[in-house]
């Protein structure tokens, strides 16, 4: 019966922030990696962030460096996408997955149903 549901997304202009919130339901994912993935018209998904629950040891795209931020609050069981500098090529809908006993999601357990992320031109 876990669930992982995201919120936060919408719509901003250039150089704003979001934060989106991933938030797991029906289980714990203190022994879980949870990553952020997004999906743009016309590209296939890409991961843009990880981290360890346990652990905290994290992972960055490369064209996300510097800019966002993922980080965890175990007592909420949720996991947090700080966005800051935004682009319009960070628009796309962004995917939470968690996979229990890994540091990076690479066969999840879990997705959610994703957040919309639109940043305009």
């Known amino acids: 019966q876990g669930q992982l549901v995201e919120s936060g997304g919408g719509s901003v202009q250039p150089g704003e922030s979001l934060r989106l919130a991933c938030a797991a339901s029906?289980?714990?994912?203190?022994?879980?990696?949870v990553g952020w993935f997004r999906q743009a018209p016309g590209k296939e998904r890409e991961g843009v962030a990880h981290?360890?629950?346990?652990?905290?040891?994290?992972y960055y795209a490369e064209s996300v460096k510097g800019r966002f931020t993922i980080s965890r609050d175990n007592a909420k069981n949720t996991v947090y996408l700080q966005m800051n500098s935004l682009k319009p090529e960070d628009t796309g809908v962004y995917y939470c997955?968690?996979?229990?006993?890994?540091?990076?999601?690479?066969?999840?357990?879990?997705w959610g149903q994703g957040t919309q992320v639109t940043v305009f031109s």
């Open positions: 981290i360890s629950m346990s652990d905290d040891r994290t």
């Open positions: 029906g289980f714990s994912l203190d022994n879980y990696a």
């Open positions: 997955a968690a996979e229990e006993g890994m540091s990076i999601v690479q066969g999840p357990d879990y």
